[in-house]
Every structure is written in C-alpha cells, then in structure tokens.
C-alpha cells in the first residue's frame, strides 16, 4: 500500500514563512506529478501547485511568486515553500501524487493558519 505523509503546517503570523513537507512510501515503482491542493470548509478542493516528472512546474495565480514547489526523487518527497503568507492561504493543505502508472494518492492533510 502507498502512503503520503504531510508535515510542517502550523499557525503563522501574516507575511511569515513555511515550508510543508509530504514523503511517500510504500510499494512505489513509479511517481509521476505530484502537487500540493488546499480546501477551506465549504469549497472544493484547490490545486495550489504541483510539479511533473521533469521538473516543470504549476502555480495557482494566487501563490504564484510567493511558493515554490519542488521535489525530491531519491526520497519520493515534495516540498511547498511558502513566502509572504496572507489570511487568505489559511486551509488544510494537501498532498498528492499519481504513482505507480497514474493512480492517485492523496495525504491525510495539514493545517495552515496564518492569523495575528
């Protein structure tokens, strides 16, 4: 079974940093894109940037400019910097990766708050 595993939310004071980590483990054999989405209670589900295979990246208009995201292959992780964050980024952050030829995974989520 393949498992994702986020870390580093917490609570944050507007125009700070974090960085949000997600390894996954398991029977992996292969990983394709992974990204990072985010959900407030009473809206879908966001997609806040993810990264392919390659390299390239994805940005909401939203983050763009303030995260970055990236990865790491040797350890199957993704990480989200995120820089100047605002009221607004506060939701559960989540994980997710097409692995072993396409199926999607997702984390258990993380809470990001940014409040004074």
């Known amino acids: 079974q393949v498992q994702l595993v986020e870390s580093g939310g917490g609570l944050v004071q507007p125009g700070g940093s974090l960085t949000l980590s997600c390894v996954a483990s398991g029977s992996i054999f292969s990983i394709n894109a992974m990204g990072w989405y985010r959900q407030v209670p009473g809206k879908e589900r966001e997609l806040v940037a993810r990264?392919?295979?390659?390299?390239?990246?994805n940005y909401a208009d939203t983050v763009k400019g303030r995260f970055t995201i990236s990865r790491d292959n040797a350890k199957n992780a993704v990480y989200l910097q995120m820089n100047s964050l605002k009221p607004e980024d506060t939701a559960v952050y989540y994980c997710t990766g097409l692995i072993n030829y396409g199926r999607r995974y997702w984390g258990q989520g993380t809470q990001v708050t940014v409040s004074s």
């Open positions: 990264v392919g295979n390659g390299g390239g990246t």
